[in-house]
Every structure is written in C-alpha cells, then in structure tokens.
C-alpha cells in the first residue's frame, strides 16, 4: 500500500472505527442554533469547549475572537506552522446551525443527538456544516500522522458561529486578521453536491440581493363598494409593476440586471453539470427562466429574480376594502458578470420609465449580503483538484463555477485574494434546513477519503502561483 492509500484508508477508518461519529456526536448535542437569541453560551462553548481544544492536541495554536460587529457569534483562528517558507492551506466551517424544528423530527429522532438509521445518520448540522468541517479535519489528522507527523505545508483554519443568520462580522474579521488568514489556497466544504454518486468543485458562489418594493397611497382602507374603481389598487399596482421586470415565464425583462452573456469556459464546464435529475427535489419547471439555457446555466449562470412575498390588504383576514399598500420582498441571485451596485438603479430607472413612479425601490440590509465570486474552471487549482479526486475515486468530478446558493465567500476570494475551492460531502436530498436533516454514510466515506487524497496531494507536489 502506497503512503497515499494508506493515508486515505486511515481517514476512512475514523468512520468505521465510530471515531467520526463519536467526535460529531458531541458536536452535534451543543444547540449552536445562532438564529436564537439565547445560543450565545452554547455558540462559544462549541469552539472553547470542542473543537479549540480538539485542535489544541493535534499541534494547532489557537485563539478565539468575539464577533467585531457585537451582532453574531465568535470566530475561531487556529494555525499550524511546519515552516514559513511552505505554502499555506486556509481552511473554514461554520458551527453553528439552524433552528432544530424539534417537533418535525420523525419519531425517535432529535436535531440534537445524532442518530444513525442504516445508512444515514441523522441530527441538526450533520451536513450542514459540523460534519463536513469535522471530516476534513480528521482528513487532515490522518495525512499527517501518515507522514510521520508532518503535512509538507501549513494550516490554518477559520471557523465561525454566525453563518446561518449571514456571516456578520467575517469580513471584518478577515481585513483586521488578514496576516493571520494569509495562505495560498482555501480548501473546504459546504453544501451538497449536485449528484449524490459524482463528486462536486465549487468554486464560488451567486450573490444574493434583497430590496423591497412598495406602493403606499393613503392611510387606511376604504369601502369598496363604495370607492372601488375611485380609488387606485396598490396591490395591483405593484402585480403590473412586478411583472414589468419579470415575465409569465420567469424571465428577467431588464437587460442590466442580467449577464450580456455565459462566457464560452463557464458554459463548457456548466454542460457537465447536472441539475435537479437525482429525483431528491421537486421536478423542475422546464418551462421557466431564461428561454433557450439549459438547467445548469439557468441556476448557475444566470441572474434570477425571484419575489419571496407578496403583501396587500390583511392577507389573514380579507375584508371588502381597497387596501391602503402593498409591499413585496424580492430578490436577485447574481453571477460576477454584472455590477451588484447598479441593480436598484437600474430597477428605479426601469419603473420610471414604464409610468410607475408610484413604486418605491428600498434596499435591506438582511444580513447576509454575500457578494458574487468564481473562479475559472480550467484553471490549475481545478484541474489540480479534480484530478486528485479522480486518483482515489475513479470518478470526473463536476466542476461548478459557482454554486447557485451563497456563502461569505467574498471574503475569502475578494478580501484574502484566494483560489477558493469547495468539496461538498452531502447532497441535495439531506433536509438540510429541515427536520430530519441527515448525510448518507457512503458519501461520508467517499468524502473522507477524497479530503484525505487531496491533502496528501498537496505534500506532493508543486501549487499553483498565487497569480496563475
């Protein structure tokens, strides 16, 4: 057995042997849900009672920050030097989670115990994201004690605990770090792959933009036996104006908030993506989003707009009376290819120009305003990457530009100027952000064993210049 697959056998045997699940076990019973007001104990606990401690024995020095915005939890800096003069490997997870929704579990199941039912284990941040950090980190562990004690580069990792409710305060913590946080690469895992059986790159993220539109003609509803056809509906109003920068169809009717095109890299590596096929969703609506892009590129190289609700009237309790207002919350997930910032000017402007200067175009701040980022996918970390994977799985990975979804990524690959690649170990079907939330066993073991191969990988061979 060469050091390689011995490496990768040691890392697969930290779940057969119940190591994995015994370490994640205590993870997942700390209630790090950062949307409640109270997790504060249990969200510092996680690092200075855990994984700091975990770390600690396995050579890492670490530090734990509080959050610089006072609005989120703390962040943890761990770092292990071999030697200055090696390349750096910066790594992240998040700790915290979402509510656990308790009483949606099946019977005999908690988000706060992690139980394991044949092939799946199940409990609230299996997947998202304890059990993916904590599988690369045992990883880590397994190429390094293969070595004899040494990985042939350094490592540092930044963890947080305030993801789930936007990542407050990481950037912040990046800019003010950015000497601690400098590598060469960021190597990590979150969210699922797009084919439970095909191992997945990420390389960066869609945006996320939301604002509001309002329509607020007089206080008060008014009779509308008595007024209706007087008095302008601002329900229907904002409906016609909705649907002025959005078709029947879902496609977005206002060229500046779109890309002027999918670049020919993106578009290659986007036909060898496969999106919403492995029956662990709802059935696409091929009849919706920009006419003539397949279901990749309109997910991820793509700008969608998407409204999130629709409000006029009381909606709880119907009454017959034109309504005062009327208000809905939408939302943009962007690609690198358009300017973020001129997305509500061009809305404003679009509105003025088709007679609705009645609607008002108001920005919110939600907390989780995560910037657009990607990398080519035929560039060398990539290929670097993809062909480790298929050295230990005999498998073409997939090759995401971007995910659809978001992630503080942009403080990675904007603030610290990195490559940035994510491996996802889960998949789609996991009810991540659901009850039930669970990771599949066998991709936990390929996960494991492709962390290990491309950390062994990385002792082996020369990286990628910081500006190729």
């Not at 009672?49 to 734990?64: F, H, N, Q, T």
């Not at 919110?364 to 230990?392: C, F, H, N, Q």
């Amino acid at each position: 057995m060469s050091g390689r697959e011995a490496a990768i056998a040691r890392a697969v045997a930290c779940l057969d042997d119940g190591v994995y699940e015994a370490v994640l076990a205590d993870r997942i019973a700390i209630p790090t849900a950062s949307q409640d007001p109270t997790s504060g104990p249990a969200l510092q606990a996680y690092l200075e009672k855990d994984v700091a401690p975990w770390l600690r024995v396995r050579g890492y020095s670490c530090e734990i920050l509080p959050n610089p915005t006072g609005k989120g939890g703390p962040f943890l800096i761990a770092e292990r030097i071999e030697d200055p003069a090696l390349p750096t490997l910066l790594t992240y997870g998040h700790g915290d989670v979402v509510p656990g929704l308790d009483a949606g579990w099946e019977e005999g199941l908690s988000p706060w115990q992690l139980t394991r039912r044949g092939d799946r284990l199940y409990g609230r941040g299996v997947v998202d994201n304890k059990g993916q950090h904590t599988a690369n980190l045992m990883a880590l562990e397994a190429v390094r004690a293969e070595r004899g004690g040494r990985l042939g580069y350094n490592v540092r990792l930044l963890m947080e605990m305030s993801e789930e409710v936007g990542s407050p305060g990481i950037d912040e913590i990046c800019r003010e770090h950015k000497d601690r946080l400098a590598a060469d690469v960021l190597i990590a895992s979150d969210g699922p792959r797009l084919v439970p059986e095909t191992p997945t790159l990420m390389l960066g993220t869609r945006g996320a933009l939301n604002f509001d539109l309002r329509v607020r003609y007089r206080e008060g509803g008014h009779h509308s036996g008595n007024w209706g056809g007087l008095l302008a509906n601002p329900g229907i109003r904002l409906a016609h104006a909705i649907a002025s920068l959005v078709g029947p169809t879902g496609q977005v009717l206002v060229p500046d908030l779109v890309p002027e095109c999918i670049p020919d890299g993106i578009k290659r590596a986007l036909a060898k993506c496969i999106v919403g096929q492995d029956g662990s969703g709802p059935a696409i609506d091929a009849w919706w989003g920009e006419p003539g892009l397949t279901a990749a590129e309109k997910v991820l190289g793509w700008n969608t707009f998407e409204v999130l609700a629709f409000s006029t009237g009381t909606p709880h309790a119907p009454v017959n009376a034109v309504p005062p207002d009327a208000f809905a919350r939408c939302q943009i997930r962007y690609t690198v290819d358009r300017d973020v910032n001129e997305f509500l000017p061009a809305i404003s402007r679009h509105l003025r120009e088709k007679g609705f200067d009645d609607v008002e175009v108001v920005s919110v701040k939600s907390g989780a305003e995560w910037y657009a980022t990607r990398m080519d996918p035929e560039g060398p970390w990539p290929r670097l990457v993809a062909a480790s994977i298929m050295e230990t799985t005999g498998k073409e990975a997939m090759i995401m530009p971007n995910s659809g979804g978001s992630l503080p990524n942009d403080s990675f690959a904007n603030t610290l100027g990195l490559p940035t690649i994510y491996i996802p170990h889960s998949y789609t079907g996991c009810s991540q952000h659901a009850p039930n939330e669970h990771a599949l066993v066998p991709l936990v073991r390929e996960g494991l064993a492709i962390a290990a191969g491309v950390f062994w990988d990385l002792g082996e061979t020369r990286w990628p210049a910081r500006d190729s």
